[in-house]
């Protein structure tokens, strides 16, 4: 089935490890996005990439890094955990270089940070 | 700033008709959407406006009014399945999408 593959599903995790959230597309969507969404407020977005090489960040990019080596991947790697950074994420792709505004879903990451 | 605010909870009744309403400070505009989110689930696209108006996809229709920085998802004949968050996301003129928090809608039997 086409559509977004992340991964894992659930981690719990020490505060100060390192943590690759991976995001899998298999559409040849071109943009690609990160997002965390936390109880009570919108999704936020965190770092975008509009096209395979380039990235941009989004409202609250502090504590993350994206890479975008090809069209299907695009990896969200937290350096150093935080507390804080306990929540859902979510990446999204939409088929043009610009944000159409329909964007495809993964089913999330349920990340915790002890 | 950018903003989008939208009511936490709504309850109504299977078969009922119900409005979500959102309200959205944006800088610049480039669109309206809705987004349907179940518990546990990624969000799915339902619609989107760009001019003032209503919008009908079957039993879902979404209205904007730009002048007034509003719009409203109308569900009818609703489901118990119907039963989920209503996610308003506002496109800024960066083409960036701005979420509101999401309207949790409850449907009683």
């Known amino acids: 089935i086409a559509g977004i593959t992340q991964a894992p599903t659930s981690q719990i995790l020490a505060a100060g490890r390192r943590m690759t959230l991976r995001c899998t597309q298999d559409m040849r969507h071109n943009a690609m996005y990160w997002y965390r969404q936390d109880l009570g407020l919108g999704l936020r977005l965190i770092h975008y990439s509009n096209t395979a090489g380039t990235t941009g960040k989004g409202e609250v990019p502090d504590g993350y890094s994206v890479s975008r080596a090809n069209t299907d991947d695009f990896p969200l790697t937290l350096a150093s955990a935080v507390p804080s950074q306990t929540s859902v994420y979510f990446c999204?792709?939409?088929?043009?270089?610009?944000?159409?505004?329909?964007?495809?879903f993964g089913e999330g990451s349920r990340l915790t940070v002890l | 700033g950018q903003n989008i605010d939208q009511p936490t909870e709504m309850t109504a009744t299977e078969g009922a008709i119900v409005q979500i309403n959102c309200t959205y400070q944006t800088s610049g505009f480039n669109g309206l959407f809705w987004y349907q989110q179940h518990a546990g689930e990624a969000p799915t696209f339902l619609s989107y406006?760009?001019l003032d108006g209503l919008e009908e996809k079957g039993r879902f229709s979404s209205f904007l009014s730009r002048s007034k920085g509003y719009s409203y998802l109308l569900l009818k004949e609703l489901q118990m399945k119907d039963s989920a968050s209503y996610l308003c996301?506002?496109?800024?003129?960066?083409?960036?999408?701005?979420w509101g928090a999401g309207t949790k809608l409850i449907i009683k039997p």
């Open positions: 999204a792709s939409s088929p043009g270089t610009e944000n159409t505004g329909e964007l495809f």
């Open positions: 996301a506002g496109m800024d003129s960066n083409y960036q999408l701005i």
């Open positions: 406006n760009v």
